[in-house]
């Protein structure tokens, strides 16, 4: 009789055993599967943000090249705006507030092709840092950058002149 | 004996199955009923997202009307806020929504619709400010009191029915106004242009009294440039606000401020939204006037026009009349900016928005003048 029991109880402790290891492997697995998800969804995240961004400076009335009233010309910077708009964007706390709800953490150049392939206007820099002992560390995992062709105006009376340039955002996460 | 204790242990048996399959199977409904909670917050954070990006490239792709088809989530209701200087919108009820503190987003406070209508027009002072961002739906009609089009002050009302096609518009003369039908619209909103129907106290139109009073809005224009706004109590139309709400635009066709009130439900949100307008105005006259042009110091694309011409002693010979426009004459590009920069920041205080007018006048003006010789500020 007590060996019948004795099967049956170390029977019963097989079951659940067996059991218990089937449902830690499922939340495992699981666990795993939900982290590769995570990921990919922040990899897709970044990436639309990145996109966002980009659409948003096209557009951008503070750099735009305008024509009176008439609708300002597309994919277009105006050289003399490009100038003042890294003070403005980066102007005080409270500018960098402001922009900072437009553009999050990244980083926006606008790079010169022709004539003067040197020439770059940085006009907005914030990565994701943290403040370790006065000192500025990086904390980001990703980087995505998004490039697009541009003209730049240059401003003269009557007849302005264009130069061939590309605008790069770069987000951070 | 021996039966005795088998009668036990079968009982005992069942008693344990039962305990832990009930033990089992509480766990596994916790698992789902906490599933089924993370899916509806991450189905309504995805359609905020989702709604997000419709707005984004909504508003850049400026003048565009776009029909967007929302049903499935016509089950849902969007809710729209603006308090502080700072929009929210999300799902009514659900862990989603969106803070908007830059953009102004003129809306009803809630729809609840299957297709969504957006449009954008660029807010100008005088130059571009911003795109103003509308959101409306298929089953929000919008009802102009208006029986005459040819008449002066009609203007906007023919141009606003011209360029608005796909929406629900219509217009009504006076005889029409107390036998308005709400059909199946989930709201209503109308706008007496000058006609003096719908004022404090005055009776709603019969069958719409019977609607929710938060589906039943107005704005009367007192003047083209100043505006009230209505809400439905009961039987009669409640004023929002006792001094008419000035409309702070330069005119002209597709005035964006005068649109973004025909779609604002209420004062009080229409206020906001503009003065989102007015914080992006301040930095757009800094990269024009640079950072201190509200002291009247010259800097940004401004100093770049006068560099331009004191570099050059062949030009500037030649064209004083450019530099004195620029700087030096009495109504000069210099002197206005600073008195625009100074207007807004006065508006941002609070204390009177309606100077804007006249110094976006005055800039747009000089500028008018150096557009026929001269570099130009715009």
Redesign the interface.
């Known amino acids: 009789m007590n060996r019948k029991a004795q099967i049956r109880m170390t029977e019963t402790v097989a079951v659940l055993f067996i059991f218990f290891v089937l449902v830690i492997f499922g939340i495992f697995f699981y666990y795993k599967y939900s982290q590769i998800s995570i990921l990919e969804k922040q990899q897709e995240l970044l990436g639309m943000r990145a996109i966002d961004t980009t659409l948003k400076i096209l557009f951008l009335p503070e750099l735009s090249c305008t024509k009176g009233d008439a609708e300002p010309e597309d994919n277009c910077f105006d050289l003399s705006k490009l100038g003042s708009a890294s003070s403005v964007f980066g102007g005080s706390a409270e500018h960098l507030s402001y922009y900072f709800d437009i553009f999050k953490y990244a980083n926006i150049t606008v790079h010169e092709i022709y004539p003067d392939s040197t020439n770059s206007w940085t006009i907005y820099d914030k990565p994701k840092v943290i403040m370790e002992e006065g000192r500025e560390i990086k904390n980001w995992k990703d980087y995505e950058s998004t490039f697009f062709i541009v003209t730049l105006r240059e401003e003269s009376e009557g007849n302005p002149k264009y130069r061939a340039g590309y605008l790069e955002v770069g987000v951070y996460s | 004996m021996e039966n005795k204790r088998g009668q036990i242990e079968v009982t005992f048996n069942w008693v344990y199955i039962l305990i832990a399959g009930a033990v089992i199977l509480l766990f596994f409904v916790g698992i789902v009923m906490k599933q089924k909670t993370v899916s509806e917050d991450r189905l309504s954070e995805d359609v905020v997202r989702i709604v997000e990006?419709i707005f984004?490239?909504a508003?850049?792709s400026?003048k565009t009307k776009n029909f967007v088809g929302v049903s499935g989530i016509s089950e849902y209701t969007l809710y729209f806020d603006c308090e502080n200087d700072v929009g929210e919108y999300g799902l009514v009820g659900k862990g989603g929504r969106v803070e908007e503190?830059?953009t102004p987003l003129f809306s009803p406070q809630n729809i609840k619709t299957s297709q969504l209508i957006t449009w954008s027009l660029?807010y100008?002072m005088?130059?571009?400010?911003?795109?103003f961002l509308y959101v409306t739906s298929i089953n929000t009609k919008y009802i102009f009191l208006a029986p005459n089009l040819q008449v002066a002050d009609n203007i906007f009302v023919r141009e606003f029915m011209n360029v608005t096609e796909g929406f629900n518009v219509e217009r009504i003369s006076e005889h029409e106004y107390q036998d308005l039908d709400p059909e199946s619209m989930y709201q209503i909103r109308i706008i007496d242009s000058g006609v003096g129907l719908v004022r404090d106290n005055g009776p709603v139109p019969e069958k719409l009294q019977k609607m929710e009073d938060d589906k039943v809005t107005a704005i009367s224009f007192v003047t083209p440039g100043q505006v009230k706004f209505y809400n439905k109590e009961g039987t009669k139309w409640k004023l929002l606000n006792r001094n008419p709400v000035p409309i702070i635009s330069l005119g002209g066709e597709r005035d964006a401020a005068k649109y973004g009130a025909v779609f604002s439900d209420d004062d009080e949100s229409y206020l906001c939204n503009m003065n989102k307008a007015f914080?992006?105005l301040k930095?757009?006259n800094?990269?024009?006037g640079?950072?201190d042009i509200g002291n009247g110091v010259a800097?940004?694309?401004l100093m770049?026009?006068i560099q331009?011409y004191e570099s050059q002693p062949e030009i500037l010979s030649r064209?004083q009349s450019c530099i004195s426009d620029i700087k030096t004459a009495s109504s000069s590009l210099s002197i206005a900016l600073s008195q625009h920069q100074s207007n807004v920041l006065a508006c941002l205080r609070s204390i009177n928005c309606l100077d804007l007018i006249e110094s976006a006048q005055n800039i747009a003006e000089v500028?008018?003048r150096l557009?026929l010789?001269?570099?130009?500020l715009?």
């Open positions: 990006s984004t490239a508003t850049v400026e503190s830059i660029p100008r005088p130059y571009k400010v911003m795109d914080h992006r930095y757009i800094q990269i024009y640079g950072l800097g940004g694309k770049e026009m331009f064209k500028n008018e557009r010789n001269c570099l130009t715009y």
